[in-house]
């Protein structure tokens, strides 16, 4: 599950986004602009998919074979099928729809905290299916119902829609998903807004009665896209006392086609209800891309996440991460990443060896391939 961030940052860039130009949609746009091949399309729908694998090494060589707080790069010294997904999709015009089928560990884990077991069954293979109404005279508002993807982070579930293979704690600390209805419409012509009402993170059927409600804001321009995301809303299974607020902040920063930037910025406060306290996380990841030439480029990226009431990781410490990646492509549509990454915490929280939870950090190295088709 994800965090939420002190609000006076929020409060800051908000201030900051009447300064920018930009953005047509309510969702932060994929980090790494890498070239698609052609969309494969047929009767107005458009088909792409992907083949996503790496081996890691981790240098704790935990007998668990297991990466701690990692997506999806989460098994440790094997070879392992992250992600095989193949989409179906057809434009708002004035009816379409999105469909997402995932296959492999990754799809796995994106489910995994879908509370009901029985829902991790059917539907552990459903990335996304929603409908989408978009009336022609309604000034470019967007209508979907069903499941989609979370508005809030710099990160997205394809790996080759970002810059670093792994996903940072910011994205693997949640939400990955939503049910429910997602309303946005252009503002001006650099400003959309939008609405949500959804059962709540990660989970298609409801753990309890109330619903949870995202507001979301973007703004673009050539140089810098602000995007603020609010999801509000009672988390606890059978419980609709104690609210989580979790705040999400992205600025983009593009000063050149060779550089690029972005600061994600987190807060979020689950209340336990009944005066019973409340437990604080945020986290803060700064990364950038700098392009060489037309087929190789590297990622930097540093996180440090803070889990003060011990919600979200099961321990209250504060982490830190870096990770340098190099990415090559090595063909229209096929690319491979070279990752070294070090997570390390203030308490003992990572697997060495048979002594689970005993080490303050963990090393890993990391080869991936990933095979992509169609329209991103």
Do not use: C
């Not at 458009?46 to 996503?52: A, H, P």
Request: charged share 20%; proline share 6%; glycine share 10%.
């Amino acid at each position: 599950m994800k965090y939420v961030y002190r609000i006076w940052p929020v409060l800051l860039v908000a201030a900051l986004s009447a300064s920018l130009q930009g953005q047509t949609t309510p969702t932060p746009p994929p980090a790494n602009p890498s070239p698609a091949p052609s969309p494969w399309s047929a009767g107005g729908i458009d088909f792409s998919g992907l083949i996503d694998g790496y081996y890691s090494i981790n240098t704790n060589h935990p007998v668990s074979r297991t990466n701690n707080l990692r997506f999806y790069d989460a098994r440790a010294n094997q070879l392992s099928l992250n992600l095989a997904k193949f989409t179906a999709e057809k434009t708002a015009d004035p009816v379409g729809f999105k469909l997402d089928l995932g296959f492999g560990r990754g799809a796995d884990l994106f489910n995994s905290f879908e509370p009901i077991a029985e829902n991790r069954d059917i539907t552990r293979n459903i990335l996304q299916a929603y409908l989408s109404v978009k009336p022609p005279k309604a000034g470019g508002l967007q209508f979907d119902f069903g499941k989609f993807a979370t508005s809030a982070g710099a990160e997205l579930t394809e790996t080759h829609l970002n810059w670093n293979y792994s996903r940072g704690f910011l994205y693997a600390n949640g939400p990955f998903y939503h049910f429910g209805a997602r309303m946005s419409k252009p503002v001006t012509s650099n400003w959309t807004a939008g609405v949500q009402l959804t059962n709540g993170w990660n989970n298609i059927e409801d753990n309890n009665s109330g619903k949870t409600v995202g507001l979301t804001s973007a703004l673009t321009g050539k140089k810098a896209s602000l995007f603020n995301t609010y999801y509000v809303g009672p988390e606890k299974t059978n419980s609709n006392e104690g609210y989580r607020h979790f705040f999400d902040t992205v600025l983009t920063l593009a000063p050149s086609e060779k550089a690029n930037f972005y600061i994600n910025y987190d807060y979020g406060v689950d209340k336990a209800g009944a005066g019973a306290g409340r437990q604080p996380f945020w986290g803060l990841g700064l990364a950038g891309h700098f392009v060489a030439n037309s087929w190789f480029s590297v990622s930097p990226r540093y996180e440090v996440y803070d889990d003060g009431g011990g919600l979200i990781t099961g321990k209250m410490q504060r982490l830190q991460s870096f990770t340098w990646t190099a990415e090559a492509k090595m063909a229209k549509g096929f690319l491979t990443r070279v990752e070294y990454r070090r997570d390390w915490s203030n308490k003992a929280y990572f697997d060495r060896g048979n002594e689970a939870g005993s080490a303050k950090n963990q090393n890993t190295f990391l080869v991936g391939f990933v095979v992509y088709f169609g329209p991103k």
